[in-house]
């Protein structure tokens, strides 16, 4: 069965000045989740060809295809031409005619139409947008900026010890839901001078207290809150919190290459009206993370 777990973090640093904080609800990726994954996206994609082949059948003036090679270009041909709609025409026709498409016209025949044309649309929008997990990501590069990123795709080929492996760089695309067929996830980049402050701050959601991280841009009344649909734990946001931190600026470079030994800089309690921790800032109260970002 697949499983989504609670959200973890990974850290990546292609550079010394560049560091990326993930965080997402994907399990590791073991060989058996890997062969489960792309299980659902071929039951996905079949999914998608044997509803769309259906509703053409359906709602087409369909003739069977010429066996003259005069008479109808082939595909090959439409696709040099670049005759897209010509082309899926000319292929969703050979798909009804074929052994498996006249089986699925049989079988949906006694299916009326105001039944089978939402239903088949229903199939294509699940089969292509149902999200399995989600992945959220902070792009921090010193002296240019920070990139929010919130989407479905998977971390980047992680292990269960969070460290990066080349080898499995692929199957950051299966899993992705939408993403898979090209859909991007919502970015947003926040340019250095506009960076007012990166704060951690506090709010009530039911009866439970929830710590997330924010970013104060110049000239804009609403924070940029970072990691939103997932809202991570303390542990997390305040990992992430002296990471950025500790790219972004000057002067507090090994900040992010100590926190996986369970120290690194407290942060204080400042008076800005909203309760948020900010560090480097005016004196409080302090207390650190014991290092443990996967609760």
Known sequence: MLKTTTPHL?????????AEFTVTTLPPLTIPLRLLLLTITLL???TVLAATVTIYSRFSLLL???TSSSSQPSA????????????????????????PGLFLSNITA????KILLPFSSLAIYLALFLQLH????LLVLRGLGIQTSSGWSPPFGTSGSGETNTRTNWWKWVGRGGALWGWAPKTRFIPTEKIRDVLINEAFRGFEVRYYLIV??????????VFPKLLPRKKI????WRGVRGCLYEGDRDSVNTMGAGGGNGHQHAGHGHNSHQGQGNGGQQHQSDGKWDS
């Not at 040099?80 to 050979?94: E, Y």
């Not at 006694?110 to 139409?113: L, T, V, Y």
């Not at 946001?237 to 992430?240: D, G, M, R």
């Open 10 to 18: 990974y850290i990546r640093r292609p550079s010394p000045t560049t």
């Open 110 to 113: 006694p299916i009326p139409d």
């Open 216 to 225: 104060v841009v110049e000239g804009e009344e609403d924070v940029v809150v």
């Open 64 to 66: 069977p295809p010429s």
């Open 44 to 46: 996905r994609l079949s």
């Open 237 to 240: 946001v305040e990992a992430v």
């Open 76 to 99: 090959t041909t439409l696709l040099l031409q670049g005759d897209i709609p010509t082309l899926l025409t000319h292929l969703l026709t050979l798909a009804h005619f074929s052994a």
């Open 134 to 137: 989600t992945t959220e990501s």
